[in-house]
DNA sequence: CTCACATGTTACTTGCGGTAACAGTAGCCT
DNA sequence: AGGCTACTGTTACCGCAAGTAACATGTGAG
């Protein structure tokens, strides 16, 4: 057969396809996530076709996107959460590793987990209805597996383990999101407080007494 | 003044509004959030410009279509937040109702929490980047006042309680979504499960022992 | 030389959000 | 009455972005 010459041909077809990542990069960076198809291919220097031909449609686009970031995330966050430390430990490396990810690159962060809320005419957006999720969904089965990996928690662990690390995605994202907007506290409070929260602190607390009226 | 004559128009004007608002939510509910103006004009038997003039543009009719389900989850969540009982029976009480709702309306939920994953062809929705947020936010800050009212947290019991809220409705959306697409247990045990995390048994859980090698 | 093939282009279609300009209708004011 | 205002409704259009068809061009293999 002819594989030789085909690995040539795909090798510079997969160059020419980091490339087009790249620009289409550097655009949503630059123009939000309502970047148009017609502006990403203006940057890489060719036209709209060729995006086509390589990535089938804009979802395929973005999803070529959205991995190169959530594999890199992913692996930082493995990083943290297989260290070989005490787990409170483990857990507040985790989510600081993330919240500095989000506070280091904002615009990747909505760019991943918000679709369309570019400039002020631009309504539509990357669909990413369905491609938000992934991000959250693979975080979530993560966590889980280093969740039942290494915490003792007896018969049904397996699902538990699911529950709890969808949870805790979902809370550090929730936290993070509105932390990114407010910025109420240092990153460092942060963490602890959400730290704290996941250590039963809640449970441990008192009722208030004296409080509003009743 | 003419205020009897506007009060007579201004219901009229009510009246219509209400009944669009019903058209977009039949027509929301049935193509899913990908649905366009034009149809929702059809499906309320007028054309597009009024509704334009109704709701301005098509994240205004959102907005006020959002609005409608989000009180109603949030007065339904309120009321299970500020029952008089103990406070794990409020938690596991207030994640029922929320589980429940989003079980009982899956659609409506993925409406006001997902954007665009209409049909096949349809890659644009409403533009729900800048109103999703706005649900869970609500949540998160009604969270926040009850935690801040009724838990006594010492010092710092603002920030605390804020981060919790909105840490905790992000968990609790978070599951929830993961629950209702893969439905790997009752809702009652997901309750429990999400209970048993915020009670502390991640912090109370022993390390796993003969693990994976190390 | 020519065939096959990959790369690139221009020019188009479709469909949606949003708007302008026009038409009919009900009540009030003098 | 007749006209003024204000609301409701329409058709017909613009702009823009996704996606596609058809055409042009370079390049190595036989």
Same mark, same amino acid.
């Given at each position: 057969? +002819?594989?030789?010459?085909?690995?040539?041909?795909?090798?510079?077809?997969? %160059?020419?396809?980091?490339?087009?990542?790249?620009?289409? +990069?550097?655009?949503?960076?630059?123009?939000? !996530?309502?970047?148009?198809?017609?502006?990403?291919? =203006?940057?890489?220097?060719?036209?709209?076709?060729?995006?086509?031909?390589? *990535?089938?449609?804009?979802?395929?686009?973005?999803?070529?996107?959205?991995?190169? #970031?959530? +594999?890199?995330?992913?692996?930082?966050?493995?990083?943290?959460?297989?260290?070989?430390?005490?787990?409170?430990?483990?857990?507040?490396?985790? @989510?600081?590793?993330?919240?500095?990810?989000?506070?280091?690159?904002?615009?990747?962060?909505?760019?991943?987990? #918000?679709?369309?809320?570019?400039?002020?005419?631009?309504?539509?957006? *990357?669909?990413?209805?369905?491609?938000?999720?992934? @991000?959250?969904?693979?975080?979530?089965?993560?966590?889980?597996?280093?969740?039942?990996?290494?915490?003792?928690?007896?018969?049904?662990?397996?699902?538990?383990?699911?529950? /709890?690390?969808?949870?805790?995605?979902?809370?550090?994202?929730?936290?993070?999101? /509105?932390?990114?907007?407010? %910025? !109420?506290?240092?990153?460092?409070?942060?963490?602890?407080?959400? =730290?704290? @929260?996941?250590?039963?602190? @809640?449970?441990?607390?008192? +009722?208030?007494?004296?409080?509003?009226? *009743?």
């Amino acid at each position: 057969m +002819d594989t030789t010459q085909r690995t040539e041909q795909q090798r510079s077809a997969d %160059r020419r396809r980091r490339e087009l990542l790249e620009a289409a +990069d550097r655009v949503v960076l630059r123009d939000g !996530p309502g970047a148009s198809m017609n502006a990403i291919a =203006a940057e890489a220097g060719i036209t709209k076709p060729i995006l086509y031909r390589h *990535f089938g449609d804009k979802g395929g686009l973005y999803a070529a996107l959205a991995k190169r #970031h959530t +594999d890199a995330l992913l692996e930082a966050l493995r990083a943290a959460l297989d260290a070989p430390a005490e787990r409170r430990e483990r857990v507040e490396a985790t @989510l600081d590793t993330y919240l500095a990810a989000i506070e280091a690159r904002p615009q990747v962060y909505r760019f991943l987990m #918000h679709p369309s809320e570019g400039g002020p005419q631009s309504d539509q957006g *990357f669909d990413v209805g369905l491609h938000s999720a992934p @991000l959250l969904r693979r975080m979530g089965e993560e966590l889980s597996k280093v969740i039942e990996e290494r915490v003792d928690l007896g018969p049904d662990s397996a699902q538990l383990a699911r529950v /709890w690390g969808h949870g805790i995605v979902g809370m550090m994202h929730a936290a993070g999101d /509105w932390w990114l907007g407010e %910025r !109420p506290c240092s990153r460092a409070e942060l963490v602890r407080s959400l =730290a704290d @929260l996941l250590w039963g602190r @809640l449970a441990a607390a008192g +009722d208030k007494v004296g409080g509003p009226s *009743f």
